[in-house]
């Protein structure tokens, strides 16, 4: 799994939640949008010469203060091997044009962050439930 956050607290709790729930996601973290676009960047560089381990799932939150995690969004969608990757926003900031522009760039989910921890674990196990079941492209090396 692929979290972009630049909340700290948000990324300990959700992966304290899905600990919790015993969903095997291996982790990998940005704290920006811009890191989040960069270290995508380096995947599809990488993927020209060698085999690499692309996300299953990508969780991004939408307001940070480098810009939105739309602007990684657009980039997924723009970029052919990125493309097939399951994008789930998990934002504290919802409102219903958030979400249709969320599901305008392509967002396979969108999902409010729950007020809970409890909450938090039932949404991570059915997100890892869904998304580690979906048939979908495979991504090319």
């Not at 972009?4 to 990324?11: A, E, G, H, L």
């Not at 969780?59 to 723009?78: A, Q």
């Not at 409010?112 to 991570?124: A, H, N, Q």
Request: charged fraction near 20%.
């Amino acid at each position: 799994m692929f979290h972009v956050n630049d909340s700290t607290d948000d990324q300990v709790l959700f992966q304290a939640a899905c600990k919790k729930a015993h969903v095997p996601f291996q982790w990998h973290v940005a704290e920006s949008a811009a890191r989040g676009i960069s270290y995508l960047e380096s995947l599809v560089n990488m993927s020209r010469e060698h085999a690499v381990r692309w996300p299953d799932l990508v969780i991004l939150d939408i307001v940070m203060p480098d810009g939105s995690g739309f602007k990684v969004l657009e980039y997924i969608r723009s970029n052919p091997k990125l493309r097939p990757l399951p994008v789930v926003i998990f934002t504290g900031c919802a409102t219903p044009e958030r979400m249709q522009q969320a599901y305008d760039l392509g967002a396979n989910a969108f999902h409010e962050k729950p007020g809970s921890f409890s909450d938090t674990v039932k949404l991570v196990g059915c997100l890892y439930s869904t998304w580690s079941t979906a048939k979908r492209p495979t991504l090319e090396s």
